[in-house]
């Protein structure tokens, strides 16, 4: 696996292009398959960013960038990275994805959860 080496700044602008990429899904779905109507499951949605350890250069940039480190699966989370105020599980899911894709694009092994509320 290839060391990731981004500075804090540039963690931060990683966030904030997942975030838009996120939001730009969530309200996709929301309005295409919803029609804006926010009914069906409930439920919460992240995105887990896994393979780094939290006292290395990366990991403190990480937590820096204000990206919180759960104790409990050893990653780091970020919690409806869409920031979608619907309760609509499929919405949330949408953002999550897409904010796993660019975390991909910058070579970090993230994936979307999700749970039913």
Known sequence: MTTLNYTVEEIKDIVLEAKIAAKIAANAYFT?????????????????????????????????????RSDYKKCFSIWNPSEHGAQNIDT?????????????????????????D
């Open 32 to 68: 295409e398959k919803l029609g804006g109507q926010d009914q069906y499951a409930c439920g919460f949605a992240w995105v887990d960013i896994y393979g780094i350890k939290g006292n290395t250069k990366l990991g403190k940039a990480m937590k820096a960038a204000g990206i919180e």
């Open 92 to 116: 949330k899911e949408a953002g999550a994805y897409a904010a796993q894709k660019v975390f991909e694009k910058y070579g970090f092994r993230a994936y979307a959860g999700s749970r039913l």
